[in-house]
């Protein structure tokens, strides 16, 4: 058992110096193992520092470098996360236990148990290393996409709701829901640490490492309330496709073809004929855990008994000009993938570019998962061109450096985020909640993040804007990671990686008098900046506050809201003819 971890001194000059060295004791607060000091000056929300009300027109953020040292008086020594403990129990769910977990077909088990990237077909003889039933890629509009099971948000699954009861949890989700939320945690907690490019080859050592522009953006969720308990469900436009919406519904498709056989997956397309009264499958397998204060489910896409933890995750994995113009997919399809290393038409480039902008996420989902890692398959949309295992060993070196530091990352993110729902949902109690969350860019004299996220909470069951109004601060007050920094960075240890962050209420405004933002058109929140600001800043003096939460909003991802892909045309037009060049022989591609 590890010793007991040293307590984290308060240094703030605002304190005593009494209350500077005092220790944490077991007669002050305690909430789900994370260790806790209790404000004896006023009363407010678990976790939370004294609220501050905006009554001035001003918001927090628009004068953050100014109003820094007035916040922190307001903030107690926050709370002292630490990795471990760490609760992660699997649940079983008795009636859903005898589904099957899908295998892979035509021979690609081999992939599991030789590293490194698989090509379908060699590129230099032409010779099938699988089967060539895999090399064409189903198009949508030839898929029976009602063959599959639907999909179930979180909050329209009885199952994960009845679990949670019976396990006397607060909060249910699903891996799709709440990776997005983790992913922006794990960012704050380590301050926008970059993945480890030591593990791809010299054509990349100038190349960035830290995460792509989207996976900083801010991400929202829907907290619903049901007796008791909330279903945590990312937010997604409704009756809005997702621009990458083809890369989805291929997704569905090219798992089916990648675990039945020829003859079973012709039945799940169009026009087959089928037996008479022919039934497809309605039951998918999932994986239930209790972690910290969430039951998550995870869906169990494949299986090996010989892997170390028996499951597995399936990827469809688009090539890089695909995935920057999907709604152009077809104009596409002339990029390939040739050769295994190098910055055009590479399985190395996906996989940098995997790393940077999804690995994070598809980490976090083998985590919840209990899972050993993911199957990859490369392709244009058109072609399939190989497959890849990776284990989650090896996403581990790749984004952190090593498997200890992933498990105190991911331990530590979710007790963060227990501790952030648990102010979102105190704020508005006993109701549906949204909550926008964002990575701030205010920064300290030594770089870190001083203000590590910002969150804002209103209402979910009234029309957005429309109603009250809470902006929350995550402050990260102190962070052993930065020891990395230091001269003494080998005494940084993963496992005693503490963490101390205060959840403040920053910003509350009441109800405002109209509605904050503007007309929906075509999927797009019309001038809804503008609005707010001229509905707000005279009525109420909140303009500033609502005007900071609809640019926000504005810039969620996945909701599309005035979303643009400029400039991606010309990039995908140069990737091709750096490509189209690279195939002579005689030419040495400069990027």
Not at 201 to 227: C, G, H, M, V
Request: hydrophobic share 35%.
């Amino acid at each position: 058992m590890l010793a007991r971890l040293p307590p984290i001194r308060c240094m703030h000059p605002l304190l005593t110096a009494s209350a500077a060295t005092a220790p944490f004791h077991r007669d002050r607060v305690h909430v789900g193992g994370i260790r806790t000091l209790a404000s004896k000056k006023s009363k407010k929300l678990p976790g939370l520092s004294h609220p501050r009300r905006v009554s001035d027109g001003t918001s927090n953020s628009s004068n953050d470098r100014d109003t820094a040292d007035a916040t922190a008086e307001h903030c107690e020594r926050g709370v002292a996360l630490t990795s471990l403990p760490f609760r992660f129990e699997a649940v079983v769910h008795e009636e859903t236990k005898h589904i099957k977990v899908a295998s892979l077909a035509h021979g690609l088990e081999r992939v599991l148990f030789n590293p490194g990237v698989h090509y379908l077909k060699d590129p230099r003889t032409g010779v099938f290393n699988f089967s060539e039933a895999l090399e064409t890629v189903t198009q949508p509009e030839d898929f029976n996409y009602e063959s599959l099971p639907p999909y179930k948000i979180a909050s329209n699954d009885p199952v994960l709701k009845s679990l949670a009861k019976e396990q006397k949890q607060k909060y249910y989700s699903s891996t799709s829901s709440i990776t997005h939320l983790l992913a922006q945690v794990y960012q704050c907690i380590s301050d926008q640490r970059p993945i480890n490019k030591g593990v791809l080859s010299l054509a990349f050592a100038e190349e960035k490492a830290n995460f792509t522009t989207i996976q900083r953006k801010p991400t929202s969720a829907i907290l619903k309330y049901y007796d008791g308990v909330y279903s945590i469900d990312q937010e997604k436009e409704e009756g809005v496709s997702p621009s990458n919406g083809i890369l989805m519904n291929l997704g569905k498709s090219m798992e089916k073809l990648l675990t039945a056989s020829t003859e079973e997956y012709i039945k799940h397309l169009k026009n087959s004929d089928l037996p008479e009264n022919y039934e497809f499958p309605v039951e998918e397998a999932f994986h239930y855990a209790n972690i910290e204060g969430f039951l998550l489910r995870s869906q169990l896409d494949c299986h090996d008994d010989r892997l170390p933890k028996k499951t597995f995750d399936l990827k469809t994995r688009a090539t890089v000009v695909v995935r920057m113009d999907p709604e152009n997919y077809k104009d596409n399809t002339d990029y390939t993938l040739s050769r295994l290393e190098g910055i055009i038409s590479s399985f190395e480039r996906e996989y940098y570019d995997m790393a940077r902008s999804a690995m994070l996420k598809y980490n976090l989902q083998v985590r919840i998962g209990n899972m050993d890692g993911i199957f990859v398959c490369y392709h244009n949309t058109q072609t399939i061109f190989g497959f890849q295992y990776i284990s989650r060993e090896e996403m581990n070196r790749l984004l952190f450096g090593s498997c200890a530091f992933g498990d105190a990352a991911f331990a530590l993110s979710v007790k963060l985020l227990e501790r952030v729902v648990e102010a979102a949902t105190a704020a508005y109690p006993a109701r549906d909640v949204r909550l926008t969350m964002r990575l701030a860019d205010r920064r300290g004299s030594g770089g870190s993040l001083v203000d590590g996220l910002v969150v804002f909470v209103e209402p979910a069951d009234v029309p957005e804007g429309s109603a009250a109004l809470t902006k929350l601060r995550v402050r990260v007050l102190e962070n052993s990671l930065r020891l990395l920094d230091t001269p003494d960075a080998h005494k940084f240890d993963p496992k005693n990686w503490v963490v101390e962050v205060a959840v403040e209420t920053a910003a509350h405004a009441d109800a405002p008098l109209s509605t904050a933002f503007g007309e929906e058109e075509n999927g797009v929140f019309v001038g809804e900046v503008a609005s707010a600001s001229e509905n707000h800043s005279r009525a109420n003096g909140t303009g500033k506050l609502y005007e900071e939460y609809a640019r926000m909003r504005q810039n969620v991802a996945g909701l599309n809201r005035k979303e643009r892909r400029g400039g991606m045309e010309s990039v995908v037009n140069r990737l091709k003819s750096q490509a189209q060049r690279a195939q002579s022989a005689n030419y040495s591609v400069k990027y």
